[in-house]
């Protein structure tokens, strides 16, 4: 007798990392407003001192460095705050070329900034994705914004939507000629935290991967170091979104 228990082992595995990211997203909740009041106080006597002293030259600088990190720290209480919040998706019907079209706008500051080349192939006749709008504009902007980072100036970013056969689903494609992320980080680039820049939180690619799940949707993201990554955001469309509800 045998058993494919894959599925099985699957839904075992979403589940214990389900509950791992709730007690992560509790802990943090917790220490991030705990932090969030002293963070105002601190900024807000550096701004008064600042009036009051009238600092110049190199003491000029280091308030303006002192206040800076204070804006670094609230934004990753802010981070924190949002990976934490239980948020339930508002979903209605959409065009999913028109929301791929709209987050583009959110980041023509950075694409413009960095000489990026857009390039689109947007496919006709797709069914309306069931989506809360706002949420996965996120999702988009947030993977945008990290190919652009791993890209040299004048790099090229290409999108692209379609419908996969037989799986009640809309895909958007993400693909840019960037870095690539190495083979070891591949694994971890979901978990709270990770991340191998300079600064930011290591909560972005954490909330899409929620974010996804709560769409019962899926992500799939393939890279070789060196040549670029590819990421897959698949989204269930209105007739399977729909039953879902029921």
Same mark, same amino acid.
């Given at each position: &007798?045998?058993?494919?228990?894959?599925?099985?082992?699957?839904?075992?595995?979403?589940?214990?990392? @389900?509950?791992? #990211?709730? !007690?992560?997203?509790?802990?943090?909740?917790?220490?991030? =407003?705990?932090?969030?009041?002293?963070?105002? /106080?601190?900024? &807000?006597?550096?701004?008064?001192?600042?009036?009051?002293?009238?600092?110049?030259?190199?003491?000029?600088?280091?308030?303006?460095?002192?206040?800076?990190?204070?804006?670094? #720290?609230?934004?990753?209480?802010?981070? *924190?705050?949002? +990976?934490?919040?239980?948020?339930?998706?508002?979903?209605?019907?959409?065009?999913?070329?028109?929301?791929?079209?709209? /987050?583009? =706008?959110? !980041?023509?500051?950075?694409? &413009?900034?960095?000489?990026?080349?857009?390039?689109?192939?947007?496919?006709?006749?797709?069914?309306?994705?069931?989506?809360?709008?706002?949420?996965?504009?996120?999702?988009?902007?947030?993977?945008?914004?990290?190919?652009?980072?791993?890209?040299?100036?004048?790099?090229? #970013?290409?999108?692209?939507?379609?419908?996969?056969?037989?799986?009640? @689903?809309?895909?958007?494609?993400?693909?840019?000629?960037?870095?690539? *992320?190495?083979?070891?980080?591949?694994? =971890?680039? +979901?978990?709270?935290?990770?991340?191998?820049?300079?600064?930011?939180?290591? #909560?972005?690619?954490?909330?899409?991967?929620?974010? *996804?799940?709560? =769409?019962?949707?899926?992500?799939?993201?393939?890279?070789?170091?060196?040549?670029?990554?590819?990421?897959?955001?698949?989204?269930?469309?209105?007739?399977?979104? @729909?039953?879902?509800?029921?």
């Amino acid at each position: &007798m045998q058993r494919d228990i894959t599925e099985f082992k699957n839904l075992e595995q979403k589940f214990y990392e @389900s509950q791992k #990211l709730a !007690a992560v997203g509790q802990l943090s909740a917790g220490i991030a =407003h705990e932090v969030r009041n002293p963070l105002s /106080s601190i900024k &807000m006597s550096l701004q008064i001192l600042e009036k009051r002293l009238n600092p110049t030259g190199n003491d000029q600088k280091r308030f303006k460095i002192a206040q800076k990190e204070v804006e670094h #720290l609230e934004k990753l209480v802010s981070d *924190i705050l949002i +990976f934490a919040r239980p948020v339930e998706p508002d979903r209605k019907p959409v065009n999913i070329n028109v929301l791929v079209e709209h /987050s583009l =706008h959110m !980041a023509e500051k950075e694409i &413009m900034d960095k000489g990026i080349k857009i390039e689109t192939r947007l496919s006709e006749g797709l069914p309306e994705a069931f989506i809360d709008q706002a949420m996965i504009d996120q999702v988009l902007l947030n993977i945008y914004l990290n190919a652009i980072d791993a890209m040299e100036r004048g790099g090229r #970013l290409f999108l692209s939507t379609s419908r996969p056969k037989g799986n009640g @689903s809309v895909s958007v494609t993400i693909e840019d000629n960037g870095c690539g *992320i190495a083979p070891e980080d591949i694994a =971890h680039i +979901f978990n709270p935290f990770f991340t191998k820049k300079k600064y930011g939180t290591g #909560l972005d690619l954490t909330q899409v991967k929620k974010i *996804i799940d709560q =769409h019962n949707g899926t992500i799939e993201i393939s890279s070789q170091q060196g040549n670029g990554t590819r990421v897959v955001v698949n989204l269930p469309t209105v007739e399977k979104g @729909s039953r879902a509800e029921i």
